[in-house]
């Protein structure tokens, strides 16, 4: 898992492609079927600007976040919008889904992103979590 996020159809320039049909398995649950534009996956959800869009994301937990967005219509992707640049400071209408490992199956390869990157296109994306295993050092205190 990268510092940021993984996306699938991340951009808000995608928000008159049609929605993909999209299978996303938490752990060994039952798969979660639906049609959407987007999933995020996170375990670090601060924006640059300082929001964060899922707010019970802890970086050191072990527990991956999954957003699943589709704003329906010009007015909807507008709301997802705001969501992104923080006005409401989180995805109010997404579907959020939690665990450790996180599998999404697409209908058709589509675009995706890591950490901000365009990475290759494919229909599915796995990510893991694995608690502790991020060293972070900082300065002393003087």
């Not at 990268?2 to 320039?13: A, E, L, N, Q, R």
């Not at 058709?108 to 991020?134: M, N």
Request: charged share 25%.
């Amino acid at each position: 898992m990268s510092g940021k996020s993984d996306t699938i159809t991340p951009s808000m320039k995608n928000y008159r492609r049609p929605t993909v049909p999209m299978e996303i398995r938490v752990d060994d649950g039952p798969p979660v079927r639906t049609r959407a534009r987007s999933a995020v996956v996170a375990n670090v959800a601060l924006l640059p600007s300082g929001n964060s869009l899922l707010p019970d994301v802890r970086p050191d937990d072990g527990i991956l976040d999954v957003a699943i967005i589709d704003g329906h219509g010009t007015a909807g992707w507008l709301g997802v919008v705001a969501d992104a640049v923080g006005r409401r400071g989180r995805f109010k209408d997404a579907t959020v889904l939690r665990g450790r490992e996180i599998r999404i199956t697409l209908g058709t390869p589509q675009p995706r992103e890591l950490d901000g990157d365009l990475i290759a296109e494919d229909a599915e994306l796995v990510v893991c979590a694995e608690p502790g295993a991020l060293l972070v050092r900082v300065p002393g205190t003087p």
